[in-house]
Antibody, heavy 122, light 108 residues
Framework: VQVVESGGAMVQPGRSLRISCAAS????????MSWVRQAPGKGLEWVSV????????WYADSVKGRFTVSRDNSKNTLYLQMNSLRVEDTAIYYC????????????????WGPGTLVAVSS | AIQLAQSPSSLSAFVGDRISITCRAS??????LVWYQQKPGKAPRLVIY???RLETGVPSRFSGSGSGTDFTLTISGLQPEDFATYYC??????????FGGGTKVEMK
């Protein structure tokens, strides 16, 4: 089981960025997937989750209306489209797989990627 | 939103010590509590799920207990590789999914 994020970059406030997470070693479509971020020197903050097949999603209030999570099960890839980026969005963004198959009600992350850094600065 | 308060925020201990970290939820979360370990520059690692179930591959010196609002992560016989930051997380009621503020375990 492996998940690997990519696409992190330094961007100016107000700009957009899409990051990706490539998954392998498991039946990607069977698991809900989440994004969790960690600002420099800070704790963990959940960002979003998307179900495995029907694409339902939920967001933290801090990103609702600005970020959109999606997935392409044919490519085993998870995405996070981030619009109207703010300085406070600066963080390492982790992709995390749910431990339990076919559920979004028991969010327990058993596989994490190494993270990708998004830095928002003018 | 359910808030999780971890204590202490940091602790110092010797190799071989038994340590406990507490996570207190702002409302009843039954057993919907997870513990992660994170080392500097690395992603978190699942340690305990459903409050007291040991993740596969995690040494048996780790244990979790509690239900409702009060939970504990215990490490019996601290090893050098256990020095890290530990986070609790609840999944009973989201959004938002919430994490505790973390407990840094340092070597004395």
């Amino acid at each position: 089981v492996q998940v690997v994020e990519s696409g992190g970059a330094m961007v100016q406030p107000g700009r957009s960025l899409r990051i990706s997470c490539a998954a392998s070693g498991f039946t990607f479509s069977s698991y809900s997937m989440s994004w969790v971020r960690q600002a420099p020197g800070k704790g963990l903050e959940w960002v979003s989750v998307i179900t495995g097949t029907d694409g339902r999603s939920w967001y933290a209030d801090s990103v609702k209306g600005r970020f959109t999570v999606s997935r392409d099960n044919s490519k085993n890839t998870l995405y996070l489209q981030m619009n109207s980026l703010r300085v406070e969005d600066t963080a390492i963004y982790y992709c995390a797989k749910n431990k339990f198959v076919a559920t979004v009600s028991e969010l327990t992350f058993d596989s994490w990627g190494p993270g990708t850094l998004v830095a928002v600065s003018s | 939103a359910i808030q999780l308060a971890q204590s202490p925020s940091s602790l110092s201990a010797f190799v071989g010590d038994r340590i406990s970290i507490t996570c207190r939820a702002s409302q009843d979360i039954r057993s919907a509590l997870v513990w992660y370990q994170q080392k500097p520059g690395k992603a978190p690692r699942l340690v305990i799920y459903d409050a007291d179930r040991l993740e596969t591959g995690v040494p048996s010196r780790f244990s979790g207990s509690g239900s409702g609002t009060d939970f504990t992560l215990t490490i019996s016989g601290l090893q050098p590789e256990d020095f890290a930051t530990y986070y609790c997380q609840q999944f009973l009621d989201y959004p938002p999914l919430t994490f505790g503020g973390g407990t840094k375990v340092e070597m004395k």
